[in-house]
């Protein structure tokens, strides 16, 4: 297409330029129903997994069907959600803290023909555009990160392998069987944009191999003592190497340090190590971010390595449905993955879930590694 101004003038960049105005404020966007009553609501009910009311002091109830997003959406399915909306809600929408997107209709007849109308919509490969669930104690969206579609830190893909776990755990995204809500994160490098340190079960991106080092243009392209403080072991040094017959700054890598974690990478465009061998995933789970009960923790791993399978990663999603299924199976109604892991011990968590233990998941960093060895003789056989 020709170039179409949009009135902006490149010669005067700073002309009728407008700054720090913020995001619209939220309440522009309220449901009337919303709007009359925040701050008064009693209380919440579920009527089936994805579909929930709120009543209000005054009597006022507001029904919220929620539905299944893939996060990574045209414009086309965006204005099917608008159309949506302004079909059934008088054009009012929102998305949740999870990529979900919800609904809400301020009664109860309303809430039939949203429903018949979102769970008839299919893309024409025959998936559900907008599948109703995500509520209570089932599995919601899996919160995820860019992998492969615009990243250049990936070790695997995010789309991809969330698309094949999703579609492994699409029951359980529509029902409410489980002992407590299971948290599902991905993060295709261990920078861990998102929740995988804090989450049920979170894939993580994970590389095998020390980064490769572009001599020829390492002190063109990199600030070379932000390389070196990027290395949480310490395995990188300056170095001068000789290069076509000149000799150059660069780095050396100390190989048996590294523990490809990429970030000199990020420092370091001359340092890249991304690898179709080498790169996989790492499964942790445990985590969680609420008070309830118990205090937020942190994910553990679990397994140490999965090959990156595309498009669909069968050992990947067969090892979280397997730990799924055990954890439904075993866990006291209302407790979280890592509260029955704690609870069991994980030496039964690896027995029960049938997970190979290797020295990969014995922790090795610094003093606090100490910490997360057993300085007692409580265990069981
Ligand atoms: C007094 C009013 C309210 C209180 C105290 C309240 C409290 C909470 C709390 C404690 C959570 C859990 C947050 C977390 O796990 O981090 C939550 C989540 C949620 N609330 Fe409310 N809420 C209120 C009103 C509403 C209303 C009016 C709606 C919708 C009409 C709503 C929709 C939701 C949804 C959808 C979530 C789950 C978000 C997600 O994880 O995707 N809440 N709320
Ligand atoms: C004795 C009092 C209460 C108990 C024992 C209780 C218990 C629970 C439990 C067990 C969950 C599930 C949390 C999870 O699995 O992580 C939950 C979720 C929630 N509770 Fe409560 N709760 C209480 C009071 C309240 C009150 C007073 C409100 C709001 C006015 C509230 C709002 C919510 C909300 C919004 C959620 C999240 C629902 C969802 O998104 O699925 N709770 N509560
Ligand atoms: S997790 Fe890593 S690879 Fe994925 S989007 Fe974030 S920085 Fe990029
Ligand atoms: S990949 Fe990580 S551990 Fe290896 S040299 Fe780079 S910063 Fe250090």
Redesign the pocket.
Known sequence: MAFVSSGYNPDKPMENRISDIGPKKYDEFYPPVIAKNKGT????E?IQPGV?YHVAESGDKVFTVRVGGARLMSTTHIREICEIGEKHCDGYVRFTTRNNIEFMVDSEDKIRPLIEDLESRKFAGGSFKFPVGG???GITNIVHTQGWIHCHTPATDASGPVKATMDVLFDDFKDHRLP??LRVSLACCLNMCGAVHCSDIAILGYHRKPPLLDHEYLDKMCEIPLAIAACPTAAIKPSKVEFDGQKVNSVAVKESRCMFCGNCYTMCPSMPLADTEGDGIVIMAGG?V?N?ISAPKFSKVVVAFIPNEAPRWPKTTETIKKMVEVYANDANK?E?LGEWAERIGWERFFEKCELPFTHHLIDDFRDPAYFTWRQTTQFKF
Do not use: I, P, Q, V
């Open positions: 609501w009693l209380y919440h579920y929930y509520t209570g104690a407590a809500h969680k609420s309830r209302y979280r």
